[in-house]
C-alpha cells in the first residue's frame, strides 16, 4: 500500500470515528419513554408565585417473586422540586378534582375513592391523595423522590386530571385528634396547586433528565434502548480498531 492510499485511509478512520462519537453525544437517551409498554408518566405544574415546582410521576409494572410465586404490582414514582416556600414541613396531597375555576379552593377535600381516613403516606388507612409532608430547606426548596404503591396513573386510584395541593402547614397525619385531623391533617391554606396530566413525551426526556434527584431505579430502567445504543457504539468502536491494526499491517 502507497503512503498516499494509506494517509486517505486514515483520514477516512478518523471521519467514521468523529461520526461514531457524535452519534454517541448526540443521539436521545430514551429516558421516560411513555410508548414502553407499561409505563405512563405525568406531570403537575404548580405556579402560584412565590410557590413553584414541577412535579413528575411515572408509573410502573414491579415484578415481586415470593414463594407464593410471582406477581406485578404497580408503583408510581414522584420527584421534583417545588420553591418559594416556608422552610419546614407542609402538607401534600392530590385532591379530588382538577377544577382550579376558582384556584384551589374548588379542588375539593383530598382524593379518597376507598373512604378512609386521612393518614400518612405510609399509612394502611389513607386517603389515596395522602402523600404525607414535603420538607422545605432553608431557601424554601423541597426537593421529592419517593414512590407510592396507592396512587395510580390509570384505572382504579387514577390521579390524572385531580389537583396536587402543597399546603401552608405541617400535616399532622391524621393524630391530630380532632375532626379536622381525620378529614386534611390540619394543613392550611392550599399555597400552590396544578392539575396532574399526562406528559408530552418530548418534554419527558428533557425533564427527567435534568431533574437532579431522579430516582435510581430509572438508571435501570432508562434503558434497552440506551443499552443497545452503546452496544452499538463499543462494537463500531472495536471494528473500526481492528480494522486499523489490519491496516497498519498491510
Ligand atoms: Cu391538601
Ligand atoms: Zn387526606
Redesign the pocket.
Known amino acids: 500500500m502507497t503512503m498516499c492510499s494509506y494517509s486517505s485511509m486514515s483520514v477516512l478512520l478518523f471521519v467514521l470515528k468523529f461520526l461514531v462519537v457524535i452519534s454517541s453525544c448526540c443521539r436521545p437517551i430514551a429516558f421516560s419513554s411513555s410508548s414502553d409498554g407499561n409505563v405512563i408518566n405525568a406531570i403537575a405544574v404548580l405556579n402560584n408565585p412565590p410557590v413553584q415546582g414541577v412535579i413528575h410521576f411515572k408509573q410502573q409494572q414491579q415484578h415481586v417473586s415470593s414463594n407464593a410465586g410471582s406477581s406485578s404490582a404497580s408503583v408510581v414514582y414522584v420527584w421534583g422540586e417545588i420553591t418559594g416556600l416556608t422552610p419546614g414541613l407542609h402538607g401534600f396531597?392530590v385532591h379530588e378534582y382538577g377544577d382550579l375555576s376558582n384556584g384551589c379552593k374548588s379542588a375539593g377535600?383530598?382524593?379518597?375513592p376507598q373512604g378512609k381516613?386521612?393518614?400518612d403516606i405510609a399509612d394502611d388507612n389513607?386517603?389515596v391523595?395522602?402523600q404525607g409532608n414535603i420538607r422545605a430547606d432553608d431557601s424554601g426548596v423541597a426537593r421529592l423522590n419517593y414512590q407510592d404503591y396507592r396512587i395510580s396513573l390509570n384505572g382504579n386510584n387514577s390521579v390524572i386530571g385531580r389537583a396536587l395541593i402543597v399546603h401552608a402547614k405541617p400535616?399532622d397525619l391524621?393524630k391530630g385528634g380532632n375532626r379536622e385531623s381525620a378529614?386534611?391533617?390540619n394543613s392550611g391554606a392550599r399555597l400552590a396547586c396544578g392539575v396532574i396530566g399526562m406528559v408530552n413525551p418530548a418534554h419527558a426526556e428533557s425533564g427527567a433528565r435534568s431533574s437532579a434527584v431522579g430516582p435510581n431505579i430509572f438508571n435501570f430502567y432508562s434503558h434497552k434502548y440506551t443499552y443497545a445504543h452503546h452496544t452499538f457504539i463499543v462494537g463500531a468502536i472495536s471494528l473500526i480498531t481492528t480494522f486499523n491494526v489490519l491496516v497498519m499491517h498491510l
Do not use: E, F, K, T
Open positions: 396531597h377535600g383530598h382524593y379518597n381516613s386521612h393518614g389513607r386517603h391523595g395522602d400535616d391524621g378529614m386534611n391533617g
